[in-house]
């Protein structure tokens, strides 16, 4: 099947990229002092769950950052705002209205443990004055453990802000590669998986914590890139 040899011949190329930079990271040890590119894809990994085929991690979610023309945002600051605070007001929490991932994996915690009247306002906004977004902090704490504990490798690609950058082609059809959504199923996720708890069906049966591009076609091309791009990476 030439989807499976796809997405075989992807984690071949991470487990190269894993070997170029020296490792996978987590957040909960990440700093802005380190020497992250400015501009990159990153691949966020589940730290227990294993492809069927062998011992790799399964990637969970697939991201990148700056893809609106003018957008000056860079890698730290999307992997920083996903990481949460550290010290300050909400410390230990993070603001979930400004990363989607967080929002993702709180709304699925929420539902899981049908916390929907504790938190009637989670998801609700681009943003909250400070008196709910203390009432939320538990659970922004909780959401903040469960992403700095998930292994992640980053893929320098230096390009120009744009929706046609190659970093949205990256991203765009790794997503595609990997959903499960509404096709056979390939590395099905364990039924432990948070992301099933999600109020997200795309979610829930693409088995990535992504929503959008699961249900396209992916361009297998865009491996070569990925290929390309990984010597052009190091690590931090």
């Known amino acids: 099947m030439e989807r499976q040899r796809d997405i075989d011949r992807l984690y071949h190329l991470l487990e190269k990229l894993e070997e170029t930079v020296g490792g996978k990271q987590k957040l909960k040890d990440c700093t802005g002092y380190m020497d992250w590119p400015d501009r990159g894809v990153y691949f966020f990994f589940t730290p227990d ?24 945002t860079s890698l ?49 906004g681009s943003s909250a004055k400070r008196e ?13 453990g469960y992403l700095r504990d998930l292994p992640f490798l980053w893929l320098n690609v230096d390009d120009e802000p744009s929706a046609e950058s190659q970093r949205a082609y990256i991203e765009r059809n790794t997503i595609a590669l990997l959903s499960n959504y509404q096709r056979e199923a390939v590395d099905a996720r364990a039924d432990n998986w948070l992301g099933n708890h999600s109020r997200s ?36």
């Open 76 to 124: 730290w600051d999307r992997l920083r705002t996903h990481r949460g605070a550290k010290r300050g007001t909400y410390e230990g929490g993070g603001n979930h209205r400004g990363s989607v991932f967080r929002k993702r994996v709180g709304e699925a915690f929420v539902e899981r443990a049908s916390l929907n009247d504790e938190y009637p306002h989670w998801g609700k």
């Open 49 to 72: 769950e294993h492809r069927d085929a062998d011992d790799q991690l399964r990637i969970t979610r697939i991201g990148t950052h700056a893809v609106s023309e003018g957008s000056s």
């Open 201 to 236: 069906k795309k979610i829930r049966e693409s088995g990535l914590w992504n929503v959008n591009h699961v249900d396209e076609d992916y361009d297998p091309d865009f491996l070569d890139l990925l290929r390309d791009q990984i010597e052009e990476t190091s690590s931090v």
């Open 132 to 144: 709910r977004r203390l009432d939320e902090l538990e659970m922004e704490r909780r959401v903040s």
